[in-house]
């Protein structure tokens, strides 16, 4: 498998669930409001024998000439997105789901990013998120997924063509789920925001923004020792210094 980091850069957000850009070295995390978090942002693509994955789609931010940031990163790596095949979804948060769908500013109508690819996103996640709109939501950027036919609503834990197991956890938000792809002899786990820094694997930490601190940590702990037991290669959404660790 080839994986492909597609860093979005470092952000910072505050209790409004706000993402303001932020430039490492530059910029100074003091003069931004009071409690703000640096958060980086980092969506994957996977070249594996039967797909071109994309887990997770970022903040759906575009570039100066009107491009989405995870279509340029796609670019930038020799991958259109129309070529993308699957789109796994761990969550809907606005930092995951952003890019799930664009809007065409001349049609005024919204589009999926990747047209030729299914996305599967867990069925009680969409309708919580759809219920309980709150400003870690921005539903206008995935209401689509409900009514779409290339979407595919999971539930509960499941396989995906034999070879992408997916599992909920609910512990970060309700419903939220991980992904194990096995190809090749290799074993790759996205951790989604239950797993999302390398550094939170190495320590006992209990996060007050996670619906379930607590799981979190145990999943945490649980997932470090069997992937290191089992060779497993580990994706970091929120870790751009780190976004793949192989023991």
């Known amino acids: 498998m080839k994986i492909i980091p597609l860093g979005e850069g470092a952000f910072t957000v505050d209790k409004t669930k706000q993402f303001v850009p932020f430039k490492v070295g530059q910029d100074d995390l003091q003069q931004r409001p009071v409690g703000s978090l640096l958060v980086e942002i980092q969506p994957f693509a996977i070249i594996t024998s039967k797909d071109i994955l994309v887990i997770d789609t970022g903040l759906g931010f575009t570039n100066e000439d009107g491009v989405l940031q995870i279509h340029q990163n796609l670019l930038n790596n020799g991958i259109s997105p129309l070529d993308v095949t699957k789109v796994l979804m761990s969550h809907l948060h606005k930092d995951h789901s952003g890019g799930i769908t664009k809007k065409d500013t ?27 709109a709150n400003t870690s939501y921005k539903t206008e950027d995935f209401e689509m997924l409900r009514n779409a036919e290339q979407v595919v609503l999971t539930e509960g834990d499941g396989m995906i063509d034999d070879y992408i197991r997916y599992e909920v956890t609910g512990a970060h938000s309700p419903f939220h789920q991980v992904f194990w792809i096995k190809d090749e002899g290799e074993t790759v786990f996205f951790g989604g925001d239950v797993a999302p820094q390398l550094q939170q694997m190495k320590s006992r930490f209990i996060a007050k923004y996670d619906f379930d601190g607590k799981k979190c940590m145990e999943l945490r702990q649980q997932w470090w020792e069997q992937g290191q037991k089992e060779n497993w290669i580990f994706l970091f959404y929120h870790d751009i210094k780190t976004p793949v660790f192989h023991f």
């Open 106 to 132: 001349v049609l005024q109508q919204r589009f999926f990013s990747f047209p030729n690819a299914t996305y599967y996103v867990n069925k009680d996640e969409l309708a919580f998120a759809l219920d309980k």
